[in-house]
Each structure stands twice: as C-alpha cells, then as structure tokens.
C-alpha cells in the first residue's frame, strides 16, 4: 500500500467535500463512516485515479474513524487503485463464468494487441490490463469492465472495435 507520490494537504474541501458530504447525509449520523466507499471512490477520481496512504488518511479524519478501517476497505476491494493506471482501465472478469467462457483468450489478445500483461500499464500510460473478480455480469461472459461501461460476450473482433474507438 505504498506510494511514492505526495498528496495535497487537505484534500477534503470544496467540491470534493460536497459530494462525500451528499453520501454521509444518506446514513444516520453515527454512522457516517458508512460513507467510506463513496468517499474513496470520489477522492480517487479526483486524485489522478489512485489513492495515497495520506488521502486515505484524510478520508479517515474526515469520517471520525481510524486509518486501519479505511486502509481495509481500499485494499480489500479492487476497484481501488494504490498507484497509478493507465488511462483506460480494462478490468477483465477472472470469475468462473468468465474462465468457462474463454476469458484466458482475451487475456492473451489484448497481451499481444497491448504489450503488456495484467497489472501493467502501456508504456504511453494510456491502458492498464487488470484482473478483477465477479462483475456480475456472468450472463455475458467473457466481459470486462470499462468505467461505468460494462462490454460482454468479447471476442478478438469486438475487442478491435473497442480498442479503434478508444484510440480516436
């Protein structure tokens, strides 16, 4: 859970303060640290798409709780990033539907479309391969996740068609 990079100080304010405060609003207010994978979430769009151990340490201030509860919230889930990504996040289902469905196959092509392997960055710092458990999705199997966009049923085709739109 190391970073190399500083985080600004008080990172918490203004905008980003805002929308962690529209998700501690949902909870009572005991239980504000209810909040703790919404605020992840925001601070990390918000901070080159990864998290420091200081922004977690804010988060933490900022909900009243110890660094430990959110430290295990950030590196228990893998939609949490702990050092920088590419750009474009391929988050490929490794879930048992996935693998029955020819998963390994995408892994493979986009390795060799790529040049890189799951858990690495492009060179150009444009796209991160990354394994990630169930997406829910198993219907739709191989698929991976891109954002908030969801592309199911991949072949090496629809993965050109994706990988061409992404580079325009």
């Not at 605020?39 to 769009?45: F, N």
């Not at 950030?74 to 693998?99: D, Q, R, W």
């Amino acid at each position: 859970m190391s970073s190399t990079t500083t985080s600004p100080k008080n990172f918490i304010q203004g905008d980003i303060k805002a929308r962690i405060d529209k998700w501690i609003a949902i909870y009572p207010e005991e239980q504000k640290k209810s909040a703790v994978m919404s605020a992840l979430r925001i601070v990390q769009e918000c901070h080159n798409g990864y998290l420091t151990n200081d922004l977690m340490d804010q988060v933490a201030t900022y909900l009243e709780i110890t660094p430990m509860e959110v430290y295990e919230v950030a590196t228990f889930y893998g939609n949490y990033e702990h050092a920088p990504v590419g750009e474009i996040k391929l988050c490929i289902c490794n879930s048992i539907s996935c693998m029955l469905r020819g998963n390994q196959g995408i892994y493979d092509y986009l390795e060799q479309k790529l040049g890189i392997k799951p858990g690495e960055t492009t060179a150009d710092g444009r796209f991160t391969i990354k394994k990630v458990e169930c997406l829910g999705a198993c219907g739709g199997a191989p698929m991976m996740q891109v954002g908030k966009d969801y592309h199911e049923n991949l072949t090496n085709q629809s993965i050109d068609l994706l990988l061409a739109e992404w580079e325009k």
